[in-house]
């Protein structure tokens, strides 16, 4: 099992909100603790999606569109779309 080195931060993940029926079983108001070595929990599919955001986090970059630290991310399923907002935890 992949250890989050001790010197580099972990993020938290909300689930703001769920658009049908998530089939990993997240819920509104979930939340979760990952970095890019540990997935924390998040659905597989979700994690693969936004872990170049994460890495970019991860490293020391910023995204451009993340406001005030809050970065919004759509699950890939787009027929259950779960939305989660990510910080630094």
Known sequence: MAVTPENMGRFKATVKS???HC?????VGQELTLSCWDPGGLCGFFFHDIFYYLSALQFGGEIPWARE???TLECPDRHN?????LTKA
């Open 23 to 27: 089939g990993a079983g997240h819920e």
């Open 81 to 85: 779309l779960v939305t989660l907002e």
């Open 18 to 20: 769920i658009k049908g």
């Open 69 to 71: 630290g809050v970065l």
